[in-house]
C-alpha cells in the first residue's frame, strides 16, 4: 500500500487531477486514469457525483454556441454521456488508496453528499455553476469536511456571499479557486492577479487555481502568486476523445506541472534581507580595495598604486573616495589588502 496523501497546504501546492467524463464510461479507463496520476506524483484524483436527472431534466436546454466543445448537445444527453456511474465510485476510491492517491469528488446536489459520506469522501469540492446552489452549500458544510470552491462565472458579491454561509454553516476549512468557466480557457482570460486580491479579501480562506488552460505555464505562474491548490483536467491521451479530453492534461504534462510547482513553491521562501547561510561563503568574491603597486610609510594613496578587485579581504569600496590623498602609516607589498591599519587617521 504507498502512502496515503493528506490535505495539507503548508509545505508544497496541492495539485488535484480532474476525472470528470475522461473515463469515457469504461471503469478500467478510469482506473487506468488513477493509475497514471499516481505516477505523476499528483496529491488526489477527482470525480464528479451526479446523474443526468440530478443536475437538469430532459429537454430543459440544448447548447447553441459554436465556440462551446458541446455545441448543439443537450444538456440532458451531455450529463449523461459525462457522468461517472455512482457504483463505480467505491471501487476507484479503494483503487486511488492503494496507490497513495486522495480520492474525492464534487456532489452536484444533497443526495450526492449523503452518498459520498458513505464512502467517507475526505473533501467536498463545489463546482463554479454550483457555487450560488445554498441547499448544497449547507449540507456540504455540515459535514465538518475540508471545502474547495471554484469561483467561475460569478461575482465578487456571490463568492463572498458563498464564502460567508459556508462559515456559517460550520465549514471551517475552505479554499477558494480562482477559475474561468470557458473550455479551454486562454491566458489571456485568466486573470490571475486576481489570486492575490482573493488572499487579501478572503483571509480565512486558502486560494488556488483551477485551469482550463492548456499546457503548465498558467498552473505554475499562479503558484508563484500564492496559489495552494491547482486542480486541471486529466486523461491519458487527449487524442481519446471525451466530453473534456480537448482540454486535459496528459500524464508527461503532469509530471512537468507538479515538478515545476514544486520547485516554484520551493523558491518562494521568505522575505529575504540578509545573506543567506548558503551565501556567506561567497560573500568572499565581492570587491574591496588591494594595493597594486609596492607603497612606502608616508606615500599618498593615489589611483595608481590602489584598485578596487576581488576578494573582498581589503577594505569596503565604498571608502575609496575618503582614502585618496590620505598617507600611508606603514610599508604595503604590492597585491595586499588595504586595512585600516594602513591608513593615517585624520
Request: charged share 25%; hydrophobic share 40%; with cysteine.
Amino acid at each position: 500500500m504507498a502512502e496515503k496523501k493528506e490535505f495539507n497546504l503548508s509545505n508544497k501546492p496541492f495539485i488535484i487531477a480532474e476525472m470528470s467524463g475522461n473515463h469515457n464510461q469504461s471503469i478500467e479507463r478510469a482506473f487506468e486514469i488513477i493509475d497514471a496520476a499516481a505516477e505523476t506524483g499528483v496529491d488526489a484524483v477527482k470525480l464528479q457525483t451526479y446523474t443526468a436527472s440530478t443536475i437538469t431534466m430532459k429537454g430543459a436546454y440544448t447548447i447553441h454556441d459554436k465556440n462551446s466543445l458541446w455545441d448543439g448537445k443537450e444538456l440532458f444527453d451531455l450529463y449523461s454521456q459525462a457522468y461517472t456511474p455512482w457504483e463505480w465510485h467505491k471501487q476507484l476510491f479503494d483503487h486511488a488508496a492503494k496507490k497513495g492517491l486522495m480520492c474525492f469528488s464534487s456532489p452536484f446536489d444533497e443526495t450526492a453528499v449523503d452518498f459520498l459520506e458513505t464512502l467517507n469522501c475526505p473533501i467536498y469540492k463545489i463546482a463554479s455553476f454550483e457555487n450560488t446552489h445554498f441547499p448544497l452549500l449547507k449540507r456540504v458544510a455540515k459535514t465538518g469536511k475540508p471545502v474547495i470552491m471554484s469561483t467561475g462565472a460569478s461575482t465578487i458579491e456571490e463568492i463572498t456571499e458563498s464564502v460567508n454561509y459556508l462559515f456559517e454553516n460550520g465549514c471551517k476549512n475552505l479554499t477558494i479557486l480562482k477559475c474561468t468557466s470557458t473550455y479551454p480557457a486562454t491566458p489571456e482570460n485568466t486573470n490571475l492577479l486576481t489570486i492575490p486580491y482573493f488572499i487579501e479579501k478572503f483571509p480565512q480562506c486558502s486560494v488556488g487555481l483551477s485551469d482550463h488552460t492548456m499546457g503548465i505555464g498558467v498552473s505554475v505562474a499562479a503558484v508563484a502568486l500564492g496559489a495552494k491548490v491547482i486542480e486541471k483536467h486529466f486523461t491519458l491521451r487527449r487524442a481519446d476523445g471525451g466530453v473534456d479530453s480537448a482540454f486535459s492534461m496528459e500524464p508527461e504534462e503532469m509530471k512537468q506541472l507538479v515538478t515545476e510547482a514544486t520547485s516554484i513553491s520551493q523558491a518562494l521562501g521568505h522575505v529575504q534581507l540578509q545573506p543567506t547561510a548558503k551565501e556567506e561563503n561567497s560573500r568572499l568574491f565581492k570587491r574591496s580595495i588591494f594595493v597594486q603597486a609596492e607603497i612606502k610609510k608616508g606615500e599618498v594613496f593615489t589611483k595608481e598604486n590602489l584598485k578596487v578587485i576581488r576578494p573582498s579581504t581589503g577594505l569596503a569600496p565604498k571608502h575609496w573616495e575618503s582614502i585618496l590623498g590620505k598617507k600611508a602609516l606603514t610599508n604595503i607589498a604590492a597585491g595586499s589588502p588595504l586595512t585600516w591599519e594602513h591608513v593615517e587617521k585624520n
